[in-house]
Every structure is written in C-alpha cells, then in structure tokens.
C-alpha cells in the first residue's frame, strides 16, 4: 500500500469510471454499470429511451430516458395583460407556449395548473 495506491488491491479509492489504461479489469473507458447508475437518476415522462454508445469503441453504454418540452417561461419580462396574446417560441424546430413572468406569489402554482390543463381558448 502507498500514497497512490492506498487500497491494498492497487484499485482506486473513487468510484468512477474504470481507467482500461490503469485497470486490467476495465472493459470500457466508460463502464455501462457506472453509466446506469448515473442514467437511473435521470427523470422524464415520456416513456421514451435513446440508446448511447461509446465513442471509444461504439459498444452500447445506456439507454437515456427522453423527454419533452411542454412550457417556456420567459423570466426576463412581466406580464401586463390580465388575459396575455398566446405566444409561442420554437427550440430546435419545436414549438412550445410561451408565459412571461408574473409578479405574484401565485405564479408557480399558476403555471402548474397550466401544465395540466392547458389553456383554453
């Protein structure tokens, strides 16, 4: 055991990703258990996956969840209006609603309800 090596089996202290240069046992740059374990953190509704490969050597790494824009919120200016145009911003060829900011405390919950019931026209 050393400074460097502080485990008595020579492996890293730090979980991670496994070094392939450093580690004998390492199958991957990235090891897909490691990814995995990061992916499962990831929340989204839609149900849907994209898998990921490595660029290292294109194995399969993960499967990530996807998932959608439904709303923006435009934080840099206040809405005036007491019933505001509909206004919409496109991202990447997809359009989505927009809301400008509402000095209220009931702001978050408004948006909320939105999220959950649209609008109506």
């Excluded at 374990?37 to 790494?61: D, M, Q, Y």
């Amino acid at each position: 055991m050393s400074a460097s090596t502080p485990d008595p089996t020579g492996r890293p202290l730090a979980d991670g990703p496994h070094d392939p240069e450093h580690d004998p046992t390492a199958a991957y740059a990235l090891e897909p258990e490691y990814v995995e374990a990061l992916t499962r953190r990831i929340l989204a509704t839609s149900g849907e996956t994209a898998e990921v490969r490595s660029p290292i050597n294109g194995a399969p790494l993960a499967h990530i969840p996807q998932s959608t824009v439904a709303l923006a919120v435009d934080l840099d200016h206040t809405e005036t209006d007491r019933l505001p145009p509909q206004r919409s911003v496109t991202w990447l060829n997809v359009t989505v609603p927009l809301l400008h900011k509402v000095e209220s405390g009931h702001f978050a919950a408004a948006i909320l309800q939105y999220l959950r019931a649209g609008r109506r026209p």
